[in-house]
């Protein structure tokens, strides 16, 4: 499949999921139920959190991997049976069994089936005690709506992350992801919303982050689900007592990096001196 330029309006949705850690059964009609309800408002792409399908508060790494699935799991077929005659793609968060190992993966299907997984590479505290970080760069997913790249929650502390996506031909990067409530001064937006946003207008491209709701073993989130234009602003968020964003986007203006007549985001980029090391004086 290729991707052609996206010159239409792309409907976007994100829905915050409060699975059970361990019940696949009750986490996977959570997700069947959010796709239904995101084909109800004809969207494009649907995007849901880091860990959808298990949970994110393991107690043991034998809890998690009884909560892991292989990329070719039935319930891939399930949603890809519901997505029969659409064009719609979805990116969800998983744990993944690797065989020997567990990754905290993301995948990218359609009608077709799975598309594409994505293992996290950035760990975040305990996910250490369970999973293996992936190590191949994340994956760019042609599709008609436009190209999707994919991160999961901690990677987008890494600037490289969603530059290495922008300097794929992203239009938009999906990020799943379980925010853990922290403190934010009164007034300000969580750091992570900012990160988001500061990713975007670095990089001139649309960020979609799906965000964990309900709590969890005593786990609170921060419930932050948003969704950041290619200039760095929010074009929609969740509110209190609401867990979906439906939004419409125009993903072609992430292929525009002109800041000015004289400027490019990504031409003026000057490697050859980032290759440097720095002088020390």
Known sequence: MTSAEPSGVTRLVCEQLAPRVGDLAYNQELARDAL????????????LPELSTSGYVFGSAEEARHSALTASDPFFNELAVILAGTS?????????????????????????????????????????????PGNHAPPAVDTPHG???????????????????????????????NWPRMPTPAGERPAEIIQAQAASRANGLYIACADRAGTERGQEWTQGTAVVNQYGWITAAVTAGDQRIVTDLFLHLSRDKTLSPHNDLLTDRRTDVYSQETPLR
């Open 36 to 47: 239904r309800r995101a084909l109800g408002e004809r969207a494009d792409i649907l995007v």
């Open 88 to 132: 719609t793609v979805v990116v969800l968060g998983f744990c993944e069994d690797g065989g020997d190992n567990l990754y905290n993966s993301a995948a990218v299907l359609d009608a077709s089936g799975v598309r594409t997984v994505y293992r996290k590479t950035h760990l975040w505290d305990r996910e250490k005690l369970f999973f293996t």
């Open 147 to 177: 190209r999707i790249g994919v991160l999961i929650c901690y990677d987008l502390e890494f600037p490289e992350m969603p530059r290495q996506l922008a300097l794929a031909g992203a239009d938009l990067i999906a990020v799943p992801t």
